[in-house]
């Protein structure tokens, strides 16, 4: 169990966590410890899940009553979750009762959440973990039995899953360190840079000799890119990634 009467015991046991997760050489072994740790505190429901904006890229593991995925990707309820379109944006963990109680729900999402509680995939949490080029790396726990998450857990089931994905990442190999050229063209990040320097779009086009349709169109590249919302955010990722320099 995680629960602990004093935070010294928590703290123990996460270690404890750790260790058991460096144990594990494969990806199946990591799944297997994950779902029996989250389990024990009544979290049934587990995936860690890729995804590029709102298309799966890739599930590398699940633990879902029969029917659920099947279901999921034969609907494409990956188009109309209200949790999986909060993930894309959240910057920290959440529960789901913080989207389905806050947001106003289509009648499409409202048969969607009733679906997925007729397959016993009922209150959870999620834990986004943003990368570059929009992806988005997701761990989701729920409960198969309509009781409300522990929030006192919150922090260490955080921890946990965040040293499941962090070994996951270690397991498959993926890279350490992005490369900027591969993310945006050498043109995309001379732009970028013009902006950070508060050059406007004419500006930057005739420092680069293109017009500013043409400086227009590559920063529409960069928003979609880095998943910005306008040029500033752009800008601010782009500091943040360590595309681009002060």
């Known amino acids: 169990m995680l629960a602990a009467p004093n935070g010294g015991k928590a703290v123990l046991q996460f270690e404890d966590y750790v260790?058991?997760?460096?144990?594990?050489?494969?990806?199946?072994?990591?799944?297997?410890?994950?779902?029996e740790t989250i389990g024990a505190e009544g979290y049934e429901?587990?995936?860690l899940t890729s995804f590029k904006g709102r298309n799966v890229e890739k599930i590398a593991w699940f633990r879902f009553p029969d029917g659920y995925v099947d279901a999921y990707l034969h609907h494409r309820w990956?188009?109309?979750?209200p949790v999986l379109g909060?993930?894309?944006?959240?910057?920290?963990?959440?529960?789901w009762s913080d989207v389905t109680?806050?947001?106003?729900?289509?009648?499409?999402?409202?048969t969607f959440l009733n679906e997925c509680h007729d397959l016993k995939v009922h209150t959870g949490i999620s834990f986004p973990f943003h990368g570059p080029h929009q992806s988005l790396d997701l761990i989701s726990i729920s409960r198969r039995v309509p009781e409300p998450p522990n929030a006192e857990l919150a922090s260490l089931l955080h921890a946990i899953s965040l040293q499941t994905w962090a070994r996951y990442q270690e397991l498959t190999q993926q890279t350490l360190f992005v490369d900027p050229d591969?993310?945006?063209?050498?043109?995309?990040?001379?732009?970028?840079?013009?902006?950070?320097d508060g050059k406007t779009r004419p500006e930057i086009g005739e420092i680069l000799s293109i017009s500013?349709?043409?400086?227009e169109f590559h920063l529409r590249n960069v928003m979609n890119k880095l998943g910005a919302n306008n040029q500033i955010s752009a800008v601010v990722i782009g500091l943040q990634r360590g595309l681009i320099e002060l």
């Open 78 to 81: 990956q188009r109309i979750d």
């Open 86 to 95: 909060c993930s894309l944006r959240a910057t920290r963990p959440f529960f």
């Open 101 to 110: 109680d806050r947001t106003p729900l289509s009648k499409k999402q409202i």
């Open 182 to 196: 591969k993310i945006l063209t050498q043109r995309e990040l001379e732009i970028l840079r013009w902006c950070k």
């Open 45 to 47: 429901n587990c995936v």
């Open 19 to 35: 260790e058991a997760s460096r144990r594990a050489n494969t990806p199946a072994e990591l799944a297997q410890l994950y779902a």
């Open 212 to 215: 500013t349709k043409t400086v």
